[in-house]
């Protein structure tokens, strides 16, 4: 069982910045593939960015540019650097952890909200 938290979500201004963490409890966090999800109001769940274990990135369209997925093994943390935020990036924004049998984790997730 692998236990997710993820912080550092919050209130920002339309072209602000957040930085989100997510902490993976365990000894294989180095062995995952972990990913960053969001869930607008109203809208069902979307990939936004991945790390797999072995590195290189992968960022949804829309975010590219944006944000950034990077990791951090001697933490057991991934995290998500979001700049440039926009109004549609409001949304419950989740971690997941998929171990190398395919079992997937998630966070309980995190409320990023962009307003004036």
């Known amino acids: 069982q692998v236990q997710l938290v993820e912080s550092g979500g919050g209130l920002v201004q339309p072209g602000g910045s957040l930085t989100l963490s997510c902490s993976a409890s365990g000894t294989f966090f180095s062995t995952y593939t972990m990913s960053w999800y969001r869930q607008p109001p109203g809208k069902q769940r979307e990939l936004v960015a991945i790390?797999?274990?072995?590195?290189?990135?992968n960022n949804k369209n829309s975010v590219k540019g944006r944000f950034t997925i990077s990791r951090d093994n001697a933490k057991n943390t991934v995290y998500l650097q979001m700049n440039g935020l926009k109004f549609e990036d409001t949304a419950v924004y989740y971690c997941?952890?998929?171990?190398?049998?395919?079992?997937?984790?998630w966070g309980q997730g995190t409320q990023v909200t962009v307003s004036s």
């Open positions: 790390i797999p274990s072995g590195g290189g990135t």
């Open positions: 997941k952890a998929t171990t190398m049998y395919g079992i997937d984790y």
